[in-house]
C-alpha cells in the first residue's frame, strides 16, 4: 500500500526523511494536512517550522493520521522500529497506562533493554514490539523465549531497580501486580501464544487489552508484592 501525499509529507517532516516545503503541496493535500493538523492544535505553517519533535507528540500525530484513514499498513511500511515502539507507547498512554520506553537494566553478566513498559494496576506489561514484515514462527518464538528472560531478570533484579520503577512508573505501594512479558507485531494475524507468553498483533491490541481480565492467570506472569 501506498501513503496518500499529505500523509507523506507530515510522517516525512517529524522523523525528518525529507526537508518538506508549503510549496510541495497541492489544494487538496494541504486542505487535508490542515485539517489533521488543526485537530491537534497546530496551525499549517507553524508545524512545517518546527524542527524537531517529541516522541509523545510523533505518536498522537501518527495516531491522528490512522483515526483520519490514512492506510495503517502504508503508516507501518514507512516507520522503522523506532517509530513502531512509539506508536505503542502512546497507545497504552491514551489508555491510561503509565509507560516508559527504553528501559536498560543489567545482572552481574548481562545488559537488558526493554522496548516498552507500561503499568495499569495491576498489569506490568514488559513489551517487546516486532517491526518485522514476515517474521518466521521460529524468531517469534525466540523473541517470546528472550522477553522471558527479560522479565525473569527484571523481576530479580527489582530490589535494586525499586526507586526508579517507582518513580517512572507511579507504582503503588504495598499492593501486589503482575508482570506479563508481551510481544506486539505489526503484522496482522490471529493472537498466538508461545509458552503461555501472547505475540498479538497491532490491529488486535485493543481487544486484548480489553479482554485481559478475563484470561489473565491463564497467561506466564509473575507476581510482585510491592513493600
Excluded at 507553524?46 to 492506510?71: A, M, P, Q, V, Y
Excluded at 517507582?166 to 507485531?185: A, V
Aim: glycine share 2%; with cysteine; aromatic share 14%.
Amino acid at each position: 500500500m501506498k501513503l496518500d501525499e499529505a500523509s507523506h509529507l507530515i510522517l516525512c517532516h517529524i522523523f525528518n526523511t525529507k526537508n518538506v516545503e508549503l510549496d510541495d503541496f497541492t489544494t487538496t493535500n494541504k486542505e487535508r494536512c490542515e485539517k489533521i493538523l488543526n485537530s491537534l492544535n497546530f496551525d499549517l505553517s507553524s508545524f512545517f517550522k518546527e524542527i524537531s519533535f517529541s516522541d509523545k507528540t510523533k505518536g498522537e500525530i501518527i495516531l491522528r493520521l490512522i483515526e483520519s484513514g490514512t492506510d495503517i499498513r502504508a503508516i507501518f511500511e514507512f516507520l522503522d522500529w523506532k517509530g513502531f515502539e512509539i506508536i505503542i507507547s502512546t497507545i497504552f498512554d491514551k489508555i491510561g497506562y503509565t509507560v516508559q520506553s527504553n528501559f536498560r537494566y543489567k545482572d552481574e553478566s548481562t545488559k537488558y533493554e526493554i522496548d516498552v513498559l507500561a503499568f495499569k494496576f495491576p498489569y506490568l506489561f514488559v513489551i517487546d514490539c516486532k517491526h518485522y514484515k514476515h517474521p518466521s514462527p521460529t524468531v517469534m518464538k525466540e523473541a517470546v523465549i528472550k522477553q522471558k528472560e527479560r522479565t525473569e531478570v527484571l523481576l530479580e533484579m527489582f530490589p535494586i531497580l525499586y526507586e526508579e520503577l517507582i518513580s517512572k512508573l507511579l507504582l503503588p505501594i504495598k499492593r501486589q501486580i503482575y508482570l506479563y512479558p508481551l510481544i506486539i507485531s505489526w503484522r496482522n494475524q490471529e493472537v498466538q501464544f508461545h509458552q503461555n507468553i501472547p505475540i498479538v498483533a497491532f490491529s488486535k491490541l485493543s481487544g486484548f487489552l480489553q479482554e485481559i481480565d478475563e484470561f489473565r492467570f491463564n497467561l506466564f506472569h509473575l507476581s510482585l508484592e510491592l513493600d
